[in-house]
């Protein structure tokens, strides 16, 4: 006889008790046709439970985590098949309280932050960090038990640092760390022939309250010729198509520059009003169609890879001491390696001090960059004892000789650098400077930028933590809008299946019959969900959603909800610039 109990913890994660349906001793477990509906993923990860019960018997108070244990034979090992944060709990007064559970993935971990560096590491090693250092903070007191190697396994993907800057935990992993591991798998189709699915990493946390994250694995054999088993057919769900996303940083600076198109009209001047930076992304085939969505990122330097340098030049500019011998010593005092400029670490500097004969009004700081350097969005510039301005890149495109006058270009800052120390320029800039910025040409071609640092006080030195040219990391940007992709699902179907004694899998080979048990089709389909439920008899057991999570109906009306709230975000953005 097939068992279930369940084990409910303090929101600390301390044991305050067990129910079971039929207790040697104690309180037993009182529920109105047993748990409903407890929604598990194919890699073991716990979304959303529902069921009624006593509340006096049930003892479940508010943000409980509670566990749905099950064994199949009425005796032995219990297994863990559901866990949850309890959020709906039922009133005390009430004979029937009605309870709704939710995964601590879409529930507690969209609450409590991340607060360390990740170092580059493999992504596998970099989230089991991420967790390990979670559960270090004590935001969920004992409840999340510690990743291993085997719920989080190494993905053989190099993961770049990545600083937590006290994100949620949940926005953490799903806009920075899935996108960056992309695996295609391959389906059956009834003809024989096969299908692709692009799919990234899942994650959540397990019926064992261990944290999850990688790709489910596994098969799932289920025959209509089995007793007890069903398959039928879903509707298709094509509501919300994303094939490509474009990603805005809205914090951007005015500009000015020069451009000299090298056709006779001379060296134009412009002012540039201040408009969002943006990257387009590609994150799904264009099969039925293209379609649009934009994604809002902040001007957050970890989203950022900083340009190296060939050269670095210091000036200094000022007044000629009294007394200073003819020529007097301009020589800038620099100390520090110059890779400081653009290594991403507070923590090295280059120290700029007084040349011996000049009262220092500012420093001039140059840098060269190679040919092969990318097209740049901004600069990033920090010091300590001075302020900076006079941000300014330019580039001639070495495709003209010298004499014919070559395609040149230049971007200027109006404005300091964010506090972040950031100044990015918007598209229209860069637009215009991307006519000069280029790989191309056979005679003298440039690619540099300078700004200025005004010291505090000109008898004392100033250190630079950064001072280059900097780009979107291309890694982060596809980390965050490549889980936005949607496309039609595959060919949906459910399989209803008896009891509760089936473990998530990566996919489910399908067996449909006729009425007299001939074969129909043999079908291959991943696994987007699995739903343990009790029928109103008591009976226990599975549906296996294949291709689709959820009904049509429901993921349309959830599709134009979040397209609206997305919407809304974005003109929010847009409108801010």
Not at 212 to 239: N, Q, W
Not at 447 to 456: E, G, I, K, Q, W
Request: aromatic share 6%; glycine share 10%; charged share 20%.
């Amino acid at each position: 006889m097939e068992d279930y109990r369940i084990r409910v913890l303090s929101p600390d994660g301390t044991e305050k008790h067990v129910r079971e349906l039929d207790p040697p001793m104690g309180t037993p477990l009182y529920l109105v046709g047993g748990p409903r509906r407890m929604e598990v993923g194919p890699l073991g990860d716990c979304r959303e439970a529902t069921f009624e019960g006593d509340p006096a018997t049930l003892g479940i108070g508010p943000r409980d985590t509670v566990q749905v244990q099950y064994r199949p034979t009425g005796s032995g090992t219990w297994l863990n098949k559901y866990a949850g944060t309890a959020v709906i709990t039922g009133s005390a007064r009430s004979e029937v309280g009605r309870y709704k559970l939710q995964g601590l993935k879409i529930r507690r971990l969209t609450e409590v932050e991340a607060r360390t560096l990740l170092a580059e590491a493999d992504l596998g090693a970099q989230v089991r960090q991420l967790f390990t250092d979670l559960i270090a903070s004590g935001q969920l007191g004992s409840t999340l038990q510690a990743p291993t190697t085997s719920t989080i396994p190494n993905l053989s993907i190099t993961s770049a640092a990545l600083q937590s800057n006290f994100w949620k935990v949940s926005k953490l992993i799903e806009e920075r760390l899935r996108g960056r591991s992309r695996q295609t798998r391959t389906y059956l189709n009834p003809d024989g022939s096969t299908q692709a699915k692009d799919v990234n990493p899942d994650w959540g946390v397990n019926p064992d309250l261990r944290p999850v994250f990688g790709y489910p694995t596994g098969t799932l054999t289920i025959d209509e010729a089995t007793e007890g088993v069903e398959i039928d057919g879903l509707d298709t769900d094509s509501t919300l198509l994303v094939t490509d996303v474009r990603v805005t940083f809205a914090q951007t600076v005015l500009t000015t520059g020069v451009e000299n198109f090298a056709n006779g009209a001379g060296t134009v001047p412009y002012r540039d009003a201040r408009a969002p930076l943006t990257h387009a992304l590609n994150v799904a085939p264009h099969s039925y169609g293209e379609a649009w969505r934009g994604l809002p990122l902040p001007a957050d330097p970890a989203l950022f890879e900083r340009l190296v340098a060939s050269t670095v030049e210091v000036y200094a500019t000022g007044f000629v001491r009294q007394g200073a011998p003819n020529p007097p010593n301009t020589t800038v005092g620099v100390n520090g390696p110059s890779g400081a400029l653009w290594d991403g670490d507070s923590g090295t500097s280059l120290t700029l001090t007084p040349p011996p004969d000049i009262v220092v009004s500012y420093y001039s700081v140059l840098l060269t960059f190679p040919d092969t350097a990318p097209l740049p969005d901004g600069w990033e510039v920090k010091t300590e004892g001075g302020t900076v301005s006079g941000l300014l890149v330019s580039a001639t495109d070495g495709n003209l000789a010298p004499n014919n006058g070559a395609r040149l270009a230049s971007v200027a800052s109006e404005g300091p650098p964010t506090a972040a120390g950031l100044a990015l320029m918007g598209d229209t800039s860069q637009a215009r400077l991307a006519g000069a910025w280029t790989t191309g040409g056979t005679y003298f071609k440039t690619r540099t930028a300078s700004f200025l640092v005004r010291p505090n006080d000109s008898a004392d030195s100033v250190k630079l933590s950064a001072g280059t040219l900097i780009r979107a990391s291309p890694t982060l940007m596809a980390a965050s809008a490549t889980p936005l992709a949607r496309t039609p699902t595959l060919n949906p179907v459910v399989a209803r299946l008896p009891g509760w004694n089936y473990s998530p899998a990566a996919k489910a080979v399908l067996t449909l019959r006729d009425p007299l048990g001939a074969v129909l089709e043999t079908r291959e389909l991943p696994i987007e969900l699995l739903v343990y439920d009790t029928a109103d008899d008591g009976e226990l057991y599975t549906e296996v959603k294949c291709g689709q999570r959820d009904e049509a109906e429901a993921l349309s009306f959830t599709a134009a909800i979040s397209t609206r709230d997305q919407d809304a975000t974005t003109d929010a953005v847009r409108a801010s610039t």
